[in-house]
């Protein structure tokens, strides 16, 4: 019974190329998140959804569009795909209120070549 | 922006020793928490400490705060080597109507067997 399930877990694609990434909760959690994890291992926040609600889009390019048909799912898009997009994409869930920690997927590696 | 800071990048220790990392952080939080993430997996929530609490326990964890000073330690008491992993911390400055962690850049962890 995966918490946080994210698909696929590995995707190569070329420059230019359009790719989805799947994110799906079974834990009644009501906010979803997107990170993105470089090369360094930083992990910085792109996304946050409250019931389906964008709540946090931090400063990252218009190509990158999230989705969420319900609160149990946050897809990510990413259109026109450029060589700096390779990272690892981790989504995550929680409950809104302070105190509770996040429950993340365990990543999608994207390598855009 | 980034708001943990972690300390030191890199710990290696022998099996059975004690581990101590340290995360210093700019603006007033909520809470603080630290995560593990194993090599090519999701970060793991492993303990949440508000921000006036001082210290915390979770098994062979030891967390505490000074919020004077903007600063946490995780210790990990008689480290085994499944605890090899990168740990971060993470920060909850956000306002009202919203919950979002800062992540630092992790301290890498080796426990030689």
């Known amino acids: 019974d995966t918490a946080v399930s994210q698909t696929p877990k590995y995707l190569v694609t070329q420059m230019g190329n359009d790719k989805s990434i799947k994110c799906e909760q079974n834990?009644?959690?009501?906010?979803m998140y997107w990170y993105k994890q470089d090369s360094k291992k930083f992990l910085k926040i792109m996304f946050s959804?409250?019931?389906?609600?964008?709540?946090i889009n931090e400063t990252v390019p218009n190509r990158f569009s999230p989705k969420s048909p319900d609160k149990a799912h946050l897809n990510l898009h990413i259109n026109s795909l450029e060589l700096g997009d390779s990272a690892v994409y981790f989504c995550?869930?929680?409950?809104?209120?302070?105190?509770?920690?996040?429950?993340f997927g365990s990543g999608t590696r994207l390598t855009v070549v | 922006s980034q708001q943990g800071e972690e300390d030191p990048q890199a710990l290696s220790i022998q099996e059975g020793e004690n581990a101590t990392m340290n995360c210093s952080y700019k603006?007033?939080?909520?809470?603080l928490q630290w995560y593990r993430q194993n090599s090519g997996r999701g970060l793991v929530h492993l303990i949440l400490?508000?921000?006036?609490?001082r210290e915390k326990h979770s098994g062979r964890l030891r967390v505490t705060l000074d919020t004077s000073k903007k600063s946490s330690s995780l210790l990990i008491t008689a480290s085994r080597a499944a605890d090899t992993a990168s740990y971060f911390c993470?920060?909850?400055?956000?306002?009202?109507?919203?919950?979002?962690?800062?992540f630092g850049k992790g301290t890498k962890l080796s426990v030689i067997p």
């Open positions: 995550a869930s929680s409950q809104s209120h302070r105190g509770s920690g996040y429950t």
């Open positions: 400490i508000r921000s006036n609490e």
């Open positions: 993470a920060t909850d400055q956000s306002g009202a109507g919203s919950y979002q962690l800062t």
């Open positions: 603006t007033s939080i909520n809470n």
């Open positions: 834990l009644g959690h009501d906010t």
């Open positions: 959804y409250n019931n389906k609600e964008l709540i």
